[in-house]
Each structure stands twice: as C-alpha cells, then as structure tokens.
C-alpha cells in the first residue's frame, strides 16, 4: 500500500477520534439565542450555565428537547410544564410564567392597539409606559394569558380582571368610569330602542349628551352596558337610568314629554 494512502487513512482515523459529537465527554454543546421573525435576538439559553448544575445530557436530552424535530418552543409549552417550563415552573427555577426578563433580556413588547370591528382603533395599551413602573411578572399570565385568542371584555374589567385588576379608581382610573382615557377619540353610537312589538321607539343621542356630560356622569353606575337589562320608567320614576337626570329639574320629565325621548332618531 502506498505510504501517502496510508498516512492520509490515519489522519482521517485520528480525526474521527477527536472531532467531538453529542454524547462525548469532550464535547461543548453550543449556547443558543433565539431569533424573532425580523432576526432580532430575543432571547438566549446556556448550554455552560445549565451544564454546572446538570451534569448530564441526559437530564434534558431527549425527553424534553428531542434532536432535529424542527418545532420551535412555544410559552404555551412551557406554562403546561414542558420544554424550559419543567424547570422553570418557580419551583426548581424562576418560572416561565412572570420572569419574561431573565430569558428575554431587553425584549421590548410592542405598545398595543384594539380596533372594533369596523377596523378603527379605538383604544391603546403602552408597554413602555406601564413598564416604568411594573415588571413583566406583574401582568403575565397571571393577568392577561396571551395566545389565548380571546378578546379582553368590559365585563371582565368592571369585575376586577383583566386591566381592572389596577384599573379600579384605586390604583389607577377606573375602568367604569374614565372610558376616554383608554378609548381615546372613541365615539359611542347613538341608541336607538323599540318598545313590544316596536310601536313606541324612543331614541337616546350619545352626541347630544356628550356635549354637557363626560362619559363617567353615566357609566357605569347609571348604565352599565351589555348586562341585557331593559330600561323602565319604574327605575326612571325612582332616580335611576335616564330619571337620574330627566326629573324635571335637571332635564326635562317624564310627563308630558314622552315624544321627546319617544321617537325616531
Ligand atoms: C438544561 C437542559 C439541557 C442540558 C442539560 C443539555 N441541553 Fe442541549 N439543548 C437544550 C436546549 C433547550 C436545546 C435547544 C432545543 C431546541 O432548539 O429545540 C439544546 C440543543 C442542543 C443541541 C443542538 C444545538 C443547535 O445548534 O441547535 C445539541 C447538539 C445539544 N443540545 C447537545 C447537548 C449535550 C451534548 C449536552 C450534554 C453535554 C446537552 N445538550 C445538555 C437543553 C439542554
Ligand atoms: C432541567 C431543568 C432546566 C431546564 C429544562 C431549563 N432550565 Fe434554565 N435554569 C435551571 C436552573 C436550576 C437555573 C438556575 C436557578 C434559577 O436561576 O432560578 C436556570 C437558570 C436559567 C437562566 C439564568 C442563568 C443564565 O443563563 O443567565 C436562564 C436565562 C435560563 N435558565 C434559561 C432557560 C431556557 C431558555 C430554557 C429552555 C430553552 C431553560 N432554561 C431550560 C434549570 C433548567
Ligand atoms: C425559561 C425561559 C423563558 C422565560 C422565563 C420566558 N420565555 Fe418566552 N420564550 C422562551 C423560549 C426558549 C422561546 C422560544 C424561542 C424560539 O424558539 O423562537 C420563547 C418564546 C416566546 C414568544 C414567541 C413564541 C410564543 O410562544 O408566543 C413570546 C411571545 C414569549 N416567549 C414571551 C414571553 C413572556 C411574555 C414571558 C413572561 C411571561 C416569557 N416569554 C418568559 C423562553 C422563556
Ligand atoms: C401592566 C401590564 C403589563 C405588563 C407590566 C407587561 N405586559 Fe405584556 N401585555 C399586556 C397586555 C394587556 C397584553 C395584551 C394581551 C392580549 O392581547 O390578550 C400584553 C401582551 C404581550 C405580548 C404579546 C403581544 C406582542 O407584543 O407580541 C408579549 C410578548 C408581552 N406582552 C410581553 C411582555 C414582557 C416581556 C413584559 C415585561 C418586559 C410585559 N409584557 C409586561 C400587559 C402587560
Ligand atoms: C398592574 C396594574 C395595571 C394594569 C394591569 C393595567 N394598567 Fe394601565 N395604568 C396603571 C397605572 C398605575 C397607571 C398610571 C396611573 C393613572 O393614570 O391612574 C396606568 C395608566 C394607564 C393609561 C394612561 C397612560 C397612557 O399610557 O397613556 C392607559 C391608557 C392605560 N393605563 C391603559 C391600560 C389598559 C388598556 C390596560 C389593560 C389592557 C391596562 N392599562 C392595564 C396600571 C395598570
Ligand atoms: C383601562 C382601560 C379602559 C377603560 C378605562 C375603559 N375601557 Fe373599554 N375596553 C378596554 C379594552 C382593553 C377593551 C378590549 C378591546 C379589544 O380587545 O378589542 C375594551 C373594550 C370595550 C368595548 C367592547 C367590548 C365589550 O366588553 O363590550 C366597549 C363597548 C367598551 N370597551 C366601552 C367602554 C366604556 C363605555 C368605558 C367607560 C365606562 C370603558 N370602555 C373604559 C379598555 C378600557
Ligand atoms: C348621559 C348619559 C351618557 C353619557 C354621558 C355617555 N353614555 Fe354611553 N350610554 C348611555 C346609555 C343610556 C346607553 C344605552 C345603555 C343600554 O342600552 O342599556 C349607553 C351605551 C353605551 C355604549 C354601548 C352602545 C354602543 O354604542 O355600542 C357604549 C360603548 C358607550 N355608551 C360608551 C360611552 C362613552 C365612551 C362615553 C363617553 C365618551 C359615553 N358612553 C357617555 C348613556 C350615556
Ligand atoms: C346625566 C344626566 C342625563 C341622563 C342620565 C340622561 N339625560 Fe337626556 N338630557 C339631559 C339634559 C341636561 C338634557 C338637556 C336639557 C333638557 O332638554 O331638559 C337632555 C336632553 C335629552 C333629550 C333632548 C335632546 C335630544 O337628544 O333630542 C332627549 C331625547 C334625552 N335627553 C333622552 C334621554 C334618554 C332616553 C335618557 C336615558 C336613556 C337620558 N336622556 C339620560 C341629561 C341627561
Ligand atoms: C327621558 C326619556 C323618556 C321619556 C320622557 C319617556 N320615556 Fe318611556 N322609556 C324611555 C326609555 C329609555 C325606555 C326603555 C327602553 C328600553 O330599554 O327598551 C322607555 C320605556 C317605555 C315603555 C316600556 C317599558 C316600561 O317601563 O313600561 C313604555 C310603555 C313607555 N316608555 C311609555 C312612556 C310614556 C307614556 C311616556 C310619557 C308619559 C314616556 N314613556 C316618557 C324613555 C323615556
């Protein structure tokens, strides 16, 4: 056999027994970032960091992160205990659940927009602003799960949830009250109602009201909306609904007004 042949086999035997693969003793796995979809680094993982504590591959390889499967890891994994989630459960590590930072270091959430369903945007929540003085773990997901594809309600809100966890006239403005400061420039339609079989209409106008009142002198606490409750003249004649206001003295009565409020827009 050639000498060159030989010494060239021997190189490539030599370099077989040195080049480390996953499983030797010898070889570094490399740390790891995470990219979003427009290539910014969001986010990292140590292979150093983690390999002082677990000294084996094993403790994470392949149970909870099998080779090559080419699925990227997702929270909702996480918060149901796998993936980073089946240590970082804020029992054996910070948890997955609030420490966004610690894993996401720097990541900047966008400041958000809502659009009803014509499109228009209608109100606006700021990051930036809310993370002056609160940290990820005091909204997430304890507060607003996301992913989770559900709109955010006024109900919810008014009950404590949601933005109303703060936003309860003691932490912050209320959300039964300071609508504008959240839906700001919002217009509310005006309202139009039928009466039995839709002989006596009656008509309230947002427009006309707004000129003289804000929007926290009616809502919530004369009208909350959507609770799918009638008005009636028995609230009206005890100073609720639109009697809160329309008494004869503020605003004109009841009687012999009915064609006022009862009739087309
Ligand atoms: C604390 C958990 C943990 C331990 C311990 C661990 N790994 Fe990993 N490893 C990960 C995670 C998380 C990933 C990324 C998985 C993914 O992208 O789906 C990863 C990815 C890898 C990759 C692919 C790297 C790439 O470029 O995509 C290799 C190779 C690897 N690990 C080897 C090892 C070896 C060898 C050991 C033991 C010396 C080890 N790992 C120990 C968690 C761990
Ligand atoms: C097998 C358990 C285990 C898994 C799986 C695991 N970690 Fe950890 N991780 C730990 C422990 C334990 C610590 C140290 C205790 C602490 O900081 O709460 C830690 C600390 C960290 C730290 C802080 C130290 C540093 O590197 O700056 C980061 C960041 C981190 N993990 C990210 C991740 C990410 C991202 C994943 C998933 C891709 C992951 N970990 C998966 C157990 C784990
Ligand atoms: C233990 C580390 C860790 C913590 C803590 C953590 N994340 Fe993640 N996060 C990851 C990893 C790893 C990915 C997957 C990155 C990839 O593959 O692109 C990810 C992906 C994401 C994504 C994109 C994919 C998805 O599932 O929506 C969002 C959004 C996100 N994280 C937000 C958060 C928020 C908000 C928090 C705090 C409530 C948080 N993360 C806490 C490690 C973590
Ligand atoms: C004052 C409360 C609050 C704080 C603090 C907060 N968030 Fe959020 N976050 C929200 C709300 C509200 C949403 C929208 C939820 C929805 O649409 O259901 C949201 C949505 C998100 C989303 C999904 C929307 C997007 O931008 O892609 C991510 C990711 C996110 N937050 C990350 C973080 C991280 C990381 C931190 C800490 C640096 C943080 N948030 C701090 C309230 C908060
Ligand atoms: C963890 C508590 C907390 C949660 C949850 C929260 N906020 Fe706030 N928010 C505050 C505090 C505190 C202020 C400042 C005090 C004030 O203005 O009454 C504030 C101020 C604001 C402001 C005025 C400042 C600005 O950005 O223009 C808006 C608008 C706002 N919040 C909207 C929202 C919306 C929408 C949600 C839900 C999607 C929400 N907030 C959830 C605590 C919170
Ligand atoms: C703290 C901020 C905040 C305040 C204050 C607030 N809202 Fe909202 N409102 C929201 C958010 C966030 C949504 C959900 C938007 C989405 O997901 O489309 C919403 C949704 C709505 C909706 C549509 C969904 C539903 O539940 O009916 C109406 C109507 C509405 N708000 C009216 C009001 C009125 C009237 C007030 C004052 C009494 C008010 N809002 C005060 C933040 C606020
Ligand atoms: C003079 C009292 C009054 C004022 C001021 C007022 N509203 Fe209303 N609003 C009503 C009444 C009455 C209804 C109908 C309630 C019902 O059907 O149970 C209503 C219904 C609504 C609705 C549900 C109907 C719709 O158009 O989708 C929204 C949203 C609303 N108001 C928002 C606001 C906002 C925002 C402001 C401040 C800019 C405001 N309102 C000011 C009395 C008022
Ligand atoms: C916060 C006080 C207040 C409440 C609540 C209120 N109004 Fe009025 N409304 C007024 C005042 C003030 C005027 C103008 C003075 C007048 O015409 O007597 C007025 C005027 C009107 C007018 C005449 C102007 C127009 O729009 O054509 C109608 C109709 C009317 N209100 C209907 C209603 C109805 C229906 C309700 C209940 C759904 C209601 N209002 C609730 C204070 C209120
Ligand atoms: C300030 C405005 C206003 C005036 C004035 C008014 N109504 Fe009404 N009326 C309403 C509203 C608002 C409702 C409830 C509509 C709904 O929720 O469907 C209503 C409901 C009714 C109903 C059906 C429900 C019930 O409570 O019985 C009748 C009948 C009625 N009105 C008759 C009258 C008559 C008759 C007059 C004159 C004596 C009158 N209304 C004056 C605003 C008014």
């Known amino acids: 056999m050639n000498g060159r042949i030989i010494s060239f086999l021997a190189a490539v035997i030599v370099m077989l027994m040195t080049v480390p693969v996953p499983g030797d003793a010898a070889y570094k796995p490399p ?22 504590i677990y000294s084996k591959c094993r403790d994470c390889h392949t149970k909870l992160y099998p080779f090559g499967n080419g699925k990227r890891m997702t929270m909702a994994d996480m918060y149901a205990g796998k993936s980073c989630g089946a240590c970082h459960d804020g029992k054996t590590a910070f948890t997955a659940n609030g420490d966004c930072n610690k894993c996401h270091a720097g990541y900047k959430p966008a400041n958000l927009t809502f659009k009803n369903s014509q499109g228009a945007v209608v109100g606006t929540f700021s990051h930036d602003f809310h993370l002056q003085v609160y940290k990820c773990g005091d909204c997430h997901t304890k507060l607003f799960p996301y992913g989770n594809g559900k709109r955010m309600s006024m109900a919810d809100m008014d009950a404590g949830k949601s933005c109303g966890a703060c936003h309860n ?43 003289v009142y804000k929007c926290s002198d009616c809502h919530s606490k004369l009208f909350s909306y959507s609770n799918g409750k009638r008005m009636t003249h028995a609230d009206m004649n005890a100073g609720k609904s639109c009697g809160a206001c329309h008494d004869g003295k503020t605003a004109f009565g009841q009687k012999p007004n009915c064609a006022k409020c009862h009739r087309k827009q």
Request: some cysteine; glycine content about 12%.
């Open 31 to 52: 740390n790891l970032t995470f990219k979003n979809s427009q290539g910014a680094v969001v986010g990292t993982f140590s292979h150093d960091f983690h390999l002082q």
């Open 169 to 211: 006239g003691k932490a912050a403005f209320a959300t039964n009250s300071d609508c504008n400061k959240c839906h700001v420039g919002f217009k509310p339609g005006n309202v139009t109602f039928k009466i039995g079989k839709g002989a006596l209409k009656g008509y309230f106008s947002h427009d006309f009201h707004l000129q």
